[in-house]
């Protein structure tokens, strides 16, 4: 019998098959080059843990526990985060293509965006507070009613946030950025 909670495991290029429809936790594993791309990870539990060169495009998270996560290298297309559980949330991406990923709602201060393609991926009303988007393709995110509060844009581009609508008190952007702030204006912007 497998247990339910899994701790300190590098599990390495094993499919969805080898973890679904199991309700257990894992804590400080680390997932390498791994195919979990639509995977129902329902009712499992992530605490710690860290996915490198990992395939997770449209994977179910509904009621999965998504604790102090690392993605690199990592491909989550279509990944809805907001069906996670919200108890504890916190993911962080590094190289990694979040392309149409969502997460309407998540409460996800501090996190950590960095040479990300985010393409239409969707952060409706989601809590951004102190979030870093460093060297990020957002074009065409969907940002409304996002809090933004400090954080950090200066890097990433090709973004279109209404100030109107969102909350981006003491938010950094750089110049280069303007343009996706004043968008709904109709502007143009030389120089």
């Known amino acids: 019998m497998t247990p339910d909670i899994i ?3 590098t599990f390495t290029k094993i499919s969805a098959a080898a973890i679904v429809g199991h309700k257990r936790t894992y804590e400080n594993c680390a997932f390498v080059n791994c195919d979990l791309s639509y995977a129902h990870l329902s009712g499992m539990v992530f605490i710690g843990c860290r996915f490198e060169d990992c395939n997770l495009s449209l994977a179910q ?3 999965t526990g998504l604790q102090d996560l690392h993605f690199k290298d990592c491909k989550l297309s279509g990944a809805d985060f907001s069906k996670s559980r919200d108890f504890l949330f916190e ?4 190289n990694c ?3 149409n990923a969502i997460f309407y709602k998540k409460k996800n201060k501090g996190a950590k965006f960095k040479d990300c393609s985010m393409v239409e991926t969707d952060f409706t009303e989601a809590d951004l507070t102190d979030a870093h988007f460093n060297n990020c393709n957002l074009n065409r995110a969907f940002f409304s009613r ?5 954080a950090d844009l200066r890097t990433s581009y090709n973004f279109t946030i209404d100030p109107d609508n969102n909350n981006l008190k003491k938010a950094r952007f750089s110049a280069h950025g303007l343009a996706g702030l004043l968008a709904k204006y109709d502007i143009r ?3």
Do not use: S
């Open 97 to 99: 293509i979040l392309d």
């Open 61 to 63: 998270l509904a009621d």
């Open 146 to 150: 996002t809090i933004l509060k400090n």
């Open 7 to 9: 701790e300190d495991e």
């Open 189 to 191: 912007i030389e120089g």
């Open 91 to 94: 993911v962080n991406f590094e």
